[in-house]
């Protein structure tokens, strides 16, 4: 028996920016739902209302921002995002970091590096 191969696009999708200049985006596993909006700004992370250090642990903080560390950009975004469902030490810290990084791939979509 074989599997029919999904054509994929190589060509990332245009982000969605909204009329406050955020993109955004979506990270979804089992039950767990992560939206994202991500601007220009001074390192504001805001999960579900809160601040970042109030919501998650020291070391689940790490992961969420790997992103931003890892690509030299700590500071310079503003983040505010959603999350429910799946348990807050697993399935949400890596849909926030799917999200960062699908934002990154906008980023570059809008900003090609020559």
Not at 11 to 39: C, F, L, N
């Amino acid at each position: 028996m074989s599997v029919a191969a999904t054509p994929v696009s190589s060509t990332p999708k245009h982000p969605e920016v909204d009329e406050q200049g955020r993109i955004y985006a979506t990270g979804r596993r089992k039950t767990s739902v992560a939206r994202v909006w991500v601007k220009e700004g001074n390192g504001h992370f805001i999960v579900n209302d809160e601040p970042l250090a109030s919501f998650f642990q020291p070391l689940q903080r790490i992961h969420v921002l790997e992103p931003f560390i890892v690509s030299d950009t700590a500071g310079m975004y503003d983040v505010w995002c959603t999350v429910k469902g799946g348990g807050i030490s697993g399935e949400c810290m890596y849909q926030l970091c799917l999200c960062i990084l699908k934002h990154f791939v906008a980023i570059l979509y809008c900003n090609p590096i020559t």
